[in-house]
């Protein structure tokens, strides 16, 4: 059986397939909220173990903020920017923006 990347099926998919394309742009929101949490993390020098300790969590818990499963208050979101030495900064703009 021929592996085949997710990257690739991602790029076909997101060429040929309306539904798809629509469900990811559904999702882009929490997937940006994640990626900003890893790059908080990556940029502190940060194991998610290590980020855990620091946040008086698990690990596990880090994991699942960092795959988008589950939305975080704005209170984990604090303690994840004093862990990394960051300030949490919510805004609101222009949906035209997006």
Same mark, same amino acid.
């Given at each position: 059986m021929k592996e085949i990347k997710a990257s690739t099926l991602h790029k076909k998919w997101m060429r040929n397939e309306?539904?798809?394309r629509k469900e990811f742009a559904a999702?882009?929101?929490?997937?940006?909220?994640a990626a900003a949490m890893i790059? @908080?993390?990556?940029?502190?020098?940060?194991?998610?173990?290590q980020l855990a300790k620091r946040m008086h969590t698990t690990q596990a818990?880090? @994991?699942?903020?960092e795959s988008g499963r589950v939305k975080p208050s704005t209170r984990t979101?604090?303690?994840l920017a004093c862990a990394?030495?960051?300030?949490?900064r919510i805004y609101f703009e222009s @949906?035209?923006?997006i």
């Open positions: 309306l539904t798809y999702l882009a929101n929490e997937y940006s909220l790059k @908080a993390r990556v940029r502190a020098g940060l194991t998610q173990e818990s880090i @994991a699942r903020l979101l604090e303690r990394t030495g960051l300030r949490l @949906a035209k923006a």
